[in-house]
């Protein structure tokens, strides 16, 4: 059974620094790696998909990347603003090789929630 | 990508009532899911729903309590049937484009409070 951990539970920075979340998972047979963001009582914005072949994935001040043999993978924020308060989730999506039913299904972390003060 | 939408946005609702939770997409998916995301917690899927046949429950999760209907390739929707406080959580659906991004997309979610 796939297990997602984060780490760590809940990180308060100031504005302007660089931070890393944490995700690690327990089997390895995935298709890809997806990381969240989540406002509060909203729902989920998709920031960065890595596949399984892939190693690292970039947008803006995000950037993912991926150790799959390791099981871990990372989320670095640059220059950190006070809109980048929110819940970071990291999932991974099992493959296809994987058989039964399970392709599609994402298993979760519990979740990173950040805050950036000014 | 795709846009999700999800009817009601929240609901305050009795004990042993049931809700039904719309869930519509701006294109044709295969692949539909429900998730719960109780209060503190990370998300955990209900069930996947494939058009034309019958949905796919996990493991702690039954027909009877959370049925599920997938009348076309856009839309689906989540009874949550003879409800207690203890179904008071975000319910979100999501759909899995299967296309090159393999990206799955989730609906706002809607917040149940159960009294």
């Known amino acids: 059974k796939q297990e997602v951990t984060q780490i760590p539970a809940a990180l308060s920075v100031p504005e302007g620094e660089n931070l890393v979340l944490n995700c690690s998972f327990t089997d390895s047979a995935i298709y890809n790696l997806q990381w969240f963001r989540q406002d509060p009582g909203k729902g989920l914005t998709s920031l960065l998909l890595?596949?399984?072949?892939?190693r690292e994935q970039t947008s803006g001040r995000l950037n993912a990347s991926l150790d799959k043999s390791s099981g871990r993978s990372t989320l670095y924020i640059a220059a950190s603003q006070p809109g980048d308060s929110a819940t970071y989730l990291c999932?991974?999506?099992?493959?296809?090789?994987?058989?039964?039913?399970?392709?599609?299904?994402?298993?979760f972390g519990q979740g990173t929630i950040l805050t950036v003060h000014p | 990508s795709a846009v999700i939408s999800q009817k009601p946005s929240r609901d305050i609702c009795q004990r042993g009532t049931s809700l039904t939770i719309q869930c519509q997409v701006d294109?044709?998916?295969?692949?539909m899911f429900w998730y719960r995301q109780q209060p503190g917690q990370s998300l955990t899927l209900i069930a996947t729903a494939n058009q034309g046949s019958e949905a796919t429950y996990e493991s702690g999760f039954v027909i009877d309590k959370f049925p599920i209907s997938r009348p076309n390739l856009t839309f689906s929707t989540l009874t949550v049937s003879n409800m207690s406080p203890e179904d008071s959580s975000i319910y979100l659906c999501?759909?899995?484009?299967?296309?090159?991004?393999?990206?799955?997309?989730f609906g706002p979610g809607t917040r149940l409070t159960v009294l």
């Open positions: 999501s759909v899995d484009t299967s296309g090159v991004a393999d990206t799955q997309y």
């Open positions: 999932a991974v999506r099992p493959s296809p090789n994987a058989g039964g039913t399970s392709y599609g299904k994402l298993t």
């Open positions: 294109s044709q998916v295969t692949m």
């Open positions: 890595i596949q399984s072949s892939q």
